[in-house]
């Protein structure tokens, strides 16, 4: 076995130039390793950053279904407060504190930031028709202050109405919202 060793080792003392090929040779597998290294640690990098981004877009999404849905809630509530036929019961059961304060903080939700366009409109729909309905059961209760059974019907009817237009906008979002995670994963 040491006669191996040592015929190996005359073999590359008799050839001076070796050094030089296993020095290039080391340094290519350096390069290449190197190359490997980086561009696997930038795929992960990147796959880190989509994940992230998809995650806040989630996140976005749910914050305006939340707020959304609790101006539905409200919305629903009154629209209940229809079927007790009684401009007396909506009088006295009625108050838009809680959603005004949900539009104003939607008002302050940042559209600019959903993943798309089609998002953002979906978005402002949801919103502007949520203000409608809140201008409408504004009027609705100062009409029931002033006891006009024609008027507050008219209104119920208009409330209606709009309130099926936002529940077919709200739909338009969560198919925006589920079309669009769907994508990014």
């Known amino acids: 076995m040491n006669n191996n060793y040592l015929a190996f080792f005359t073999w590359i003392d008799s050839h001076a130039g070796i050094a030089g090929w296993v020095q290039g040779i080391g340094s290519i597998l350096a390069i290449i390793a190197a190359i490997i290294i980086a561009n696997r640690q930038n795929r992960i990098l990147v796959a880190q950053t989509?994940?992230?981004?998809?995650?806040?877009i989630k996140k976005l999404y749910?914050?305006?279904w939340a707020m959304a849905m609790s101006c539905a809630n409200h919305f629903g509530r009154i629209e209940a407060s229809f079927n007790k036929?009684?401009?007396d019961y909506f009088r006295e059961e009625f108050t838009t504190t809680g959603i005004d304060r949900a539009l104003r903080t939607?008002?302050?939700?940042?559209?600019h930031d959903l993943p798309d366009y089609k998002s953002?409109?979906?978005a402002l729909e949801v919103r502007d028709r949520q203000h409608a309905?809140?201008?409408i059961a504004q009027k609705l209760q100062k009409v029931a202050q002033q006891y006009s059974e024609?008027?507050?019907h008219a209104l119920k009817v208009l409330f209606s109405?709009?309130?099926s237009a936002f529940e077919t906008e709200l739909k338009n979002f969560e198919y925006r919202k589920d079309s669009y995670l769907a994508r990014a994963h």
């Open 50 to 56: 989509k994940k992230q981004h998809v995650l806040l």
């Open 120 to 122: 953002v409109v979906a």
């Open 161 to 163: 109405t709009n309130l």
């Open 85 to 87: 036929n009684s401009i």
């Open 150 to 152: 024609s008027e507050f």
């Open 106 to 111: 939607l008002d302050n939700f940042p559209f």
């Open 133 to 135: 309905l809140l201008d």
């Open 62 to 64: 749910d914050s305006f």
